[in-house]
């Protein structure tokens, strides 16, 4: 701080200084500030004091100038004593003597400006002797200590009353007087204040009396607490709060108990603000950490509680657990000592004072104060009187008087709230420190419940401004938070009160089930962990519901169902969660607990609702079993109870849609099981693959019959439910998105969702979401209207192009849009025009159906590449996919049988005497309605499909085009539309059936019955390994209905001749599609109809063991299903049913403890088809035969009669080429390849060609009339020349199957040649061998174009070959059983040991690639493929011209005779070679005994399928020959080093494939197949296991 005075002043004092002094004085002291003025002139008068003490200046001089300074202000002899007493401290300190000296002389020269008083008061005593003020300074100190003790510490007040009994007496009848008159505080304080002075009365006590007084007459408060309040202005403002702390603080010892009236007094006190809550709280016991330490205490203690409850205790150790508690319990009786801050709490909210209340439960912990009865109590009554009008306005229910409450008398209370905006001011908060304990007061629950119920409804209504919509919004989220914080744990610490659970409910249901379940989530989840009261609720809800559970039964499902109501009423989610998890370990207890949850409000069944969703999204459980194969069973049990319970009570099924397609969304489709489940349920319509034909049937019906018969159970009340699953799907626009996203999630199910798990759940998945979309589609057809319906689904091409929908999905929800649209069309020409005439409708109705269906043909034509559209029109395709069974055919025999049931009821009704009379007669008047309505329906379906085939016998000319061929027809035809569909259900698959038959009837152009039964029935092993099981049971009831429908043909001539023999689809010359003319020679005859019926069965037969034989799960299965499907037509011929029985007896044995599920299928196909056997016929009833004769030469052998797929011509070839060395086989495959090369580019080069399954078009055909009339020697060469090269590599490139059957008839003939030579003297074999190679040569030279009609040689040469092969067969069995030394070996028919296990892999490869010829695509458009493709099975129905060059490329045709016969020479001198080297063996053979066992276990173990096989199934099965040779070398020690060759690479082959390794190398395979056509030779020596394996092949 800078100097006042500078030192100039001081020097110069005489001169100037002192008037400076002055002036600066007199400056400061005007100074405006004072607090400034007044410190300025401390620092001057201190600093000139200084100066003094310093010697600077003289005292006199100091003095003088003060005087003059001193009147400058009146408190300057104030300031100059502080300066002074300032100074007297410092120079007391200082050991310089003089300049003490200097301060007394100061102070003395001063002492009339300052009274002694002051300096007596200020200066230290010793100072005071010094100036003589004072005579000593120990008398004075004792002095001022006695006076002290008098002020301060003698009593002149009297405290006690019994000191001044007289003084407090009045004062007691002052304040105790009647205060009703006119009395006011003011009077009564001047009173008390005379009588504090009149007797010496303790203020402080006196105010304690007035405190006491107020206590006893709490009435009063309008007069004593203005009095307290006037009082006060005389007291300290701590010591009202001290004397209400000491009060307290006398209530605090253990016994003490604190009264009411005390709180109240300082409530009031508090709520009046004369004292602070702080100042009051601290006097308040207990501490706020011994609050929290008893918080916390509770909480371990609820936790061990729900311990207990959990753990599983002995016997033994319950007892001493039960005394420890009765230990602790006695403990627990003590009284705790008495918690003021509560009852200080609950007297302020009596009183009505929110705002000092909250600041005291702020400071405890949550809950808390409220979890104390009284406390909670009185705060639910302060939120009665502050909702009263509100609710009076708008809460009170429609009759209900109730009974209004008073509001608070003080003004001070919280407003009460008239709007719902003032609710969230106050209440709400209430609300919230309540929490859980709103229980305390139901009614006070109610009213809150009715509250939200009216403010939703106002919030539900629309028309308020932008404004009031958020401040309800506002209000709706607070709202949802009461329910959650306060409502739901107040509901679960209630006492099973089922009237509030109903009551909440009317408010909840207003909420969307969004909003309700997230509720529900945080009520389960989280609202049981936030307090101990209700952590011990929950354990006790589990140790109950567990209790329950274990006595639940079907027999007690009353009482405990009553049990288990009271139970949810308050704890909903606890229990059902805890019986959830029951219903998912034991399945058994899913239809006592539906039946037992009679007993639940709506709220809880809300609750159920939700806890099933919970429980089916468990994220920690897996939904497949440990195998990865099948859905878990926990998921199949909650889907079963979900089914169940939606039916039975009225639960919401928002949730659930959302649910499953929520999941659907996220790609994953097993939760479909529960949609599945509970459409079954509710609609009442059951998806199974069970279903008898009897049930199909009706099915194809109406309504009514398909309720009747059509289901396993009777589908009874189901009218509700459905209606409720319907409102549930419209409401939420769930029904299109969720078909949509099964359309789409079939195909996901493979290709997403199935990357990694096993095929088989694949499957299953692929099947639930398949017939959950067929069961789905099912009901929204029967239950929307067609409003809804048509509103809701788009066009086909909008499902398709858009949403990605599969076709045969989005025409399956298409098709009852169409039905609708073309009935109400109909129905509004007919009302247009009254015209009744059949005619007239059938007119009508054919308009209305153009009228709809014309934009759908447009809609069809984008599905498909334009290429399609030459085949098929696409008004065929629409209405193929359009139509159903319901369309084509009516179900009389189901009409006749329900009626009939219905009859007998009637009679049993009649008979029932115990029945009472009216019951009766309403039991047949329902019989009577019904069958009246079955009887109309029938009328009226049979009006219908009149109507439908009048309409396709229009359509029917435009609607197959064949602009390629009728081959390539036929593929369209099956791909696009049979295929699809009869996988699709099972009355697809009817229905599939029935309309080939219809398009047959119709005499459709261009369509080829015959063609499409045989691509039916010929290769059926990709189609039946590309299905999923439920596919594959309705493949099998596609190819039931197919073959039931060629049964029928087959069983009689005259059927035959009535529905097929004068019909374009039975003609066996496809010509060019312009014509198709009626020559009777064209049409196929009974008989040769019944061999290709034939070869049909041995396709089946073929295919059916190439399944069985692969190992295969997916093969083995779906085989298995189809041929429990076919069994009624199938197998009908004795020798394919045996090996069938065969096959499937081995499978039952290998797969017994491997896959029991393919054993289970296995054995039960077994024991069915034992039952058929008797049914079944020998091959020749089966199809007629012709007796040999001797020196006919076959031209060709038909797959179908008997001689199914033997070796002909074709073998003979290979086997000469065979018998020369490798490197003349080479060169003679490279020249044949030649020709093909040569055969192809002829083929190539003529576009207009136009074959259908190998016949050529009209040049060829020309050439096939020619060759049926005459038959001339120049042609029949020409075929003969073009018909050997089969057998050479070229061969086999064209026509597989083609070749096979020759070749195979041929090996045949030589096996049973080799037999006869076997058994017979030489010289007879020879003789026989002999005959054998003429004939066979001469098959070879008569070779010619395959024709079906092929009558009188095929008969002939069918009778030769029967009778010789039955000869053989016997001969053969005696022969083993010789042999073998009489050890029997099952021979059963001509078929031995099909298809051996190692060679499975090869022929899958094999079938492979056929199949890539067979079905190629469309646009695949090769004339020569398309020759070839059908030739496949087909040899025995339609004219097989293996090369189909036309007339103009002769050259080409000279070239290939060249090269032809120049290989027929080589091969006729090479199988002279063989004649001679075989009869060697023969003779060698016989002669060695040691040979027969050896060759006979060779046999055995070939029927076992041990031995492998090449790769085609032209030499399928190891020859004998190889080891015997290979033995016969050793002995004889063989010269001719070319066979020797041969036979070793043979040997090394068989003992190669014998080893059983599927996987060959490439370089295997090619080596392979070089042997092949080296190896036929063996088919000599093979005999008839070649033969049979080569039938099943």
Not at 225 to 246: A, D, K, N, R, W
Not at 1037 to 1044: A, I, N, Y
Not at 1407 to 1434: A, C, F
Request: glycine content about 4%; some cysteine; proline content about 4%.
């Amino acid at each position: 701080m800078a100097a006042l005075l500078p030192a100039e002043w001081i020097k110069n004092w005489e001169k100037g200084g002192k008037s400076e002094f002055v002036q600066l004085c007199r400056a400061l002291s005007e100074n405006k500030n004072h607090d400034v003025g007044f410190r300025d002139i401390q620092q001057a008068l201190y600093e000139l004091a200084y100066h003094v003490v310093r010697g600077n200046l003289k005292h006199d001089q100091a003095s003088n100038v003060l005087g003059d300074v001193i009147e400058f202000r009146e408190d300057m002899p104030s300031i100059l004593a502080d300066v002074f007493c300032i100074l007297d401290i410092e120079t007391s300190c200082l050991e310089e003597k003089n300049k003490r000296d200097h301060f007394t002389q100061l102070v003395l020269a001063c002492l009339y400006l300052v009274s002694d008083t002051v300096l007596k008061e200020r200066l230290d005593p010793e100072t005071l002797e010094s100036l003589g003020l004072i005579k000593q300074s120990q008398q004075f100190n004792q002095k001022s200590v006695k006076i002290k003790t008098k002020l301060f510490y003698k009593q002149q007040k009297f405290n006690l009353l019994r000191e001044e009994n007289e003084g407090y007496a009045k004062l007691i009848a002052e304040l105790g007087q009647d205060l009703s008159g006119n009395i006011t505080s003011d009077l009564i304080l001047e009173n008390i204040k005379s009588l504090i002075g009149c007797f010496n009365l303790d203020p402080n006590r006196v105010l304690d009396i007035i405190l006491e007084v107020y206590e006893c007459r709490p009435e009063y408060d309008d007069f004593f607490v203005p009095l307290i309040e006037s009082y006060m202005y005389m007291c300290e403002p701590q010591t009202l709060c001290h004397i209400l702390g000491f009060k307290f603080k006398f209530y605090q010892d253990p016994s003490g108990e604190t009264p009411s009236s005390l709180y109240r007094v300082a409530a009031v006190l508090l709520q009046h603000n004369l004292i602070d809550l702080e100042d009051l709280y601290v006097h308040l016991l207990p501490g706020d950490n011994a609050i929290m330490e008893e918080h916390k205490r509770e909480i371990v203690e609820a936790k061990q509680i729900v311990r207990k409850l959990t753990m599983v205790v002995l016997s033994s150790e319950k007892t001493e657990e039960k005394e420890k508690e009765k230990e602790k319990e006695e403990e627990k009786t003590e009284k705790p000592p008495d918690n003021q801050k509560l009852g200080l709490l609950e007297a302020l909210l009596k009183i009505g004072d929110w705002h000092h209340a909250q600041s005291i439960m702020d400071q405890m912990p949550p809950f808390y104060a409220t979890s104390h009865k009284p406390i909670a109590v009185a705060l639910c009554q302060l939120v009665h009187v502050t909702i009263e009008p509100l609710y009076r306005r708008v809460g009170v229910p429609k009759g209900a008087k109730g009974s209004p409450i008073a509001s608070l008398p003080n003004k001070r209370a919280p407003k009460q709230a008239e709007s719902f905006e003032e609710l969230r001011k106050e209440v709400f908060n209430m609300l919230c420190y309540l929490g859980p304990h709103l229980s305390h007061d139901p009614i006070l629950f109610a009213k809150v419940v009715r509250l939200g119920k009216a403010f939703m409804k106002e919030f539900q209504s629309d028309g308020s401004k932008q404004e009031d919509k958020e401040k309800m919004e506002t209000l709706f989220s607070c709202l949802l938070s009461i329910t959650d914080q306060v409502l739901l744990p107040s509901l679960s610490l209630m006492d099973c009160n089922a009237c509030m659970s109903e009551e909440l409910w009317g408010m909840f249901k207003t909420f969307p089930y969004q909003y309700r379940y997230r509720l529900y989530g945080q009520w389960k989840n989280e609202t049981y962990n936030s307090h101990p009261l209700l952590v011990k609720v929950k354990a006790q809800t589990i140790d109950r519901a567990k209790y329950i559970m274990k006595r639940l039964t079907k027999e007690n499902v009353k009482p405990s169902g009553r049990q288990i109501g009271k139970l949810s009423h308050s704890n909903p989610t606890i229990l059902f969660d805890y019986i959830l998890s029951q219903i998912q370990k034991y399945d058994n207890l899913i239809t006592p607990v539906v039946d037992s949850l009679k007993y639940l409000t709506s709220l809880n069944y809300d609750v159920l609702a939700y806890c099933i969703i919970e429980a089916l999204a468990n994220p920690e459980k897996e939904r497949m079993k440990h195998d990865d194969t099948t859905i878990s069973s926990w998921l199949q049990s909650l889907a079963s109870f979900c089914g169940a319970v939606f039916r039975k009570y009225p639960i919401e099924l928002a949730g659930l849609l959302q649910y499953v397609a929520n999941q659907l969304k996220a790609g994953k489709s097993f939760d479909l099981l529960i949609l599945k489940e509970v459409v079954q349920k509710m609609a009442g319509i059951e998806i199974t693959e069970e279903m008898t034909m009897e049930q199909l049937e009706a099915m194809t019906g109406g309504e009514q019959l398909k309720a009747e018969g059509g289901y396993f159970g009777q589908i009874r009340n189901t009218k509700k439910s459905s209606q409720r699953l319907k409102d549930a799907l419209l409401d939420h626009d769930l029904a299109l998105p969720l078909c949509l996203l099964m359309a789409q999630q079939r195909n996901g199910v493979i290709f997403q969702e199935g990357g990694e798990k096993h095929l088989k759940l694949v499957g299953k998945l692929y099947d639930q979401c398949h017939d959950t979309l067929v069961q789905f589609g099912g009901f929204l057809a029967s239950n929307l209207s067609t409003e809804d319906y048509i509103k809701r689904v788009p066009s086909i091409d909008v499902l398709c192009n858009e949403f990605h929908t599969p076709h045969d999905a989005a025409f399956f929800l298409s098709r009852p849009m169409y039905a609708h649209h073309i009935s109400s069309k109909y129905d509004e020409l007919k009302k247009a025009e009254k015209g009744n005439k059949q005619q007239h409708k059938v007119h009508k109705y054919i308009t209305s159906c153009e009228l709809v269906m014309a934009p759908v043909h447009e809609a069809v034509i984008s599905l498909h590449l334009p290429k399609v559209w030459d085949d098929i029109s696409p008004q065929f395709y629409a209405t193929f996919w359009s139509l159903t069974m319901y369309d084509l055919a009516v179900p009389h025999s189901s009409y006749d049988r329900e009626v009939n049931k219905l009859k007998v009821q009637m009679k049993a009704i009649d008979d029932n005497q115990e029945m009472p009379p009216n019951k009766k007669k309403k039991e047949k008047e329902r019989c009577t309605a019904l069958q009246d309505k079955l009887l109309e329906e029938e009328k009226k379906q049979l009006e219908h499909v009149q109507r439908v085939l009048q309409r396709l016998k229009l359509e029917k000319d435009n609607w197959l085009l064949a602009k390629s061929t009728k081959n390539e027809t036929i593929t369209k035809f099956l791909q696009l539309c049979i295929f699809p569909r009869c996988i699709f259900s099972a009355i697809d698959a009817v229905y599939c059936a029935h309309f080939v038959e219809l398009v047959h009837q119709q005499k459709t152009p261009n369509f080829s019955t015959l063609l499409c039964y045989d691509r039916v029935f010929s290769d059926i092993i990709y189609t039946v390994a590309s299905c999923t099981e439920n596919e594959a049971s309705r493949y099998g009831r596609f190819l039931c209905c197919m073959l039931e429908t060629v049964t029928r043909w087959h069983s009689d001539r005259v059927i035959y001749e009535k529905e097929c023999g004068n019909y374009p689809g039975f003609l066996t010359i496809l010509r060019a599609t312009g014509f198709d003319g009626g020559n009777k020679a064209d049409q196929l005859d009974y008989e040769n109809f019944r061999h290709v019926v034939h070869k049909w069965h041995y396709k089946l037969t073929k295919a059916s063991v190439h399944c069985l034989e692969t190992g295969e799960y997916t093969h083995i299965r779906n085989i298995l299903i189809v041929l429990t499907k076919i069994l009624p037509w199938y197998p009908k011929v004795l020798n394919l049913g045996q090996a069938l029985e065969r096959r499937v007896h081995k499978i039952c044995q290998e797969e017994k403890e491997k896959r029991p599920d393919l054993y289970a299928l296995a054995m039960g196909y077994s024991g069915q088809l034992k039952s058929r056997k008797p049914f079944m016929i020998p091959e020749n009833e089966f199809h007629h035969k012709d007796p040999p004769a001797r020196n006919a030469v076959p031209a060709t052998v038909q797959n179908g009669p008997g001689g199914a797929g033997m070796p002909t011509s074709l073998t003979i070839n290979t086997v000469r080429l065979e018998e020369g060395t490798a490197e003349e086989t080479d060169k003679l495959k490279e020249k044949s390849q030649g020709v093909v090369k040569v055969i192809n580019k002829t083929v190539n080069a003529t576009p207009k060609v136009t074959t259908s399954n190998g016949n050529s078009a009209s040049n060829s055909k020309i050439i096939k009339e020619k060759d049926d009339k005459e038959k001339s020697g120049k042609e029949k060469d020409k075929e003969k020349k073009d018909k050997t090269p089969a057998a050479t590599p070229e061969m086999k490139a064209l026509g597989k199957d083609g070749k096979d059957k020759p070749k195979e008839e041929r090996a045949n003939k030589e096996e049973k040649a080799r037999e006869i030579k076997e058994k017979t003297p030489k010289s007879d074999k020879e003789k026989e061998k002999v005959k054998k190679e003429e004939k066979a040569s001469k098959e070879e030279k008569s070779k010619t174009v395959v024709t079906i009609v092929e009558s009188k040689s095929t008969a002939e040469k069918e009778r030769e070959k029967e009778p010789s092969r039955e000869r053989d067969l016997a001969k053969e069995m005696k022969s083993k059983e010789n042999a073998k030394g009489g050890e029997k070996v099952p021979v059963a028919g001509s078929l031995k040991s099909p298809v051996p296990r190692s060679e499975t892999s090869e022929s899958e490869r094999e079938q492979k690639r056929r199949k890539v010829d067979t079905h190629s695509s469309p646009s695949h458009s090769s004339t020569v493929k398309d020759n070839l493709n059908e030739l496949k099975d087909s040899s025995a129905k339609h004219y097989i011209n293996h090369t189909t060059p036309t007339m103009s490329k002769s050259k080409e045709r000279e070239v290939e005779k060249k090269d032809l016969d120049k290989s027929r020479e080589r091969s006729r001198e090479r199988e002279k070679k063989d004649e001679k080297d075989r009869k060697e063996r023969k003779r060698d053979h016989s002669n060695s005994d040691r040979e027969v066992p050896q060759d006979s276990t060779k046999r055995r173990k070939e029927e076992n399928g041990t031995t492998g096989s090449s790769k085609h199934s032209k030499s399928e099965s190891p020859s004998d020959s190889p080891r015997l040779n290979e033995k016969e070398k050793e002995k004889n020690k063989s010269k001719s080093s070319g066979k020797e060759k041969g036979d070793s690479i043979k040997a090394e082959k068989m003992e190669k494939s014998s080893s059983g390794s599927k996987k060959e190398s490439r370089h295997d395979k090619e080596k392979a197949e070089k042997k092949d056509k080296r190896d036929s030779a063996g088919g000599k020596e093979e005999k008839k296991h070649h033969k049979s394996s080569d039938k099943h092949r």
